[in-house]
């Protein structure tokens, strides 16, 4: 089921259709930052369809095991253009949360966070091509080599899919204890906009 928490810090006076690219939270839903002086990602799609932007989600994310350090690096070294945005959450104390912007996307990778503990990577990308979801879901099954593990629960008893119908796929790593789950879901109030994303709970 699709999820969306809006974060407003106290004294916010940013409009609540003014957002940057979204993080999770510890459920995993979306979870957009909504504050004062916080940026608002407009992308537009630059020639990267639903494959491209799997496979960048896969060498930023799972082949670095969601490490900030190793991400940041494989994105500017990428050709997509990406440099990095910093942005302060302004509390009493206040709480670096910056991360990778292009033209059409954005990398955000982080642990421990104050709204969320676990390990968390995500790829924000305005999806070049017909804005069909699917065609970023069935890209991700070809990169893990499986189904969504809730495929299943994707169609209702008509046949039809069902309108907050999310794909979700599951990783265990025996030496760690670890579970990470992927998800891929379209991001609301956008055009075309399409969040990769990688939680990983257990040992972070």
């Known amino acids: 089921m699709r999820h969306f928490v809006a974060f407003a810090l106290i004294g916010s006076t940013v409009a609540a259709s003014a957002q940057a690219a979204p993080w999770l939270d510890e459920r995993g839903r979306v979870l957009t ?44 070294a990428s050709a997509w253009g990406f440099t990095y945005r910093p942005l302060m959450v302004p509390f009493k104390q206040p709480v670096e949360l910056g991360g990778w912007v292009s033209a059409d996307a954005a990398l955000n990778v982080g642990s421990n966070l104050f709204f969320n503990k676990y390990s968390q990577c995500s790829l924000t990308v305005a999806v070049a091509g017909p804005a069909d979801i699917v065609a970023s879901e069935d890209a991700m099954s070809k ?62």
């Open 33 to 76: 930052m909504q504050f004062a002086g916080a940026p608002v990602d407009k992308f537009t799609a630059a020639g990267h369809d639903a494959s491209a932007a799997a496979a960048m989600f896969k060498n930023l994310c799972l082949d670095t095991g969601l490490n900030r350090e190793s991400a940041g690096k494989q994105a500017v």
């Open 143 to 204: 990169l893990i080599g499986s189904q969504p593990y809730n495929a299943g629960q994707a169609l209702d008893r008509k046949g039809k899919r069902k309108k907050f119908y999310e794909a979700e796929w599951s990783i265990a790593d025996p030496a760690t204890g670890s579970i990470t789950t992927i998800y891929v879901r379209p991001i609301e109030k956008t055009d075309g906009q399409v969040q990769f994303a990688a939680l990983r709970k257990g040992k972070n």
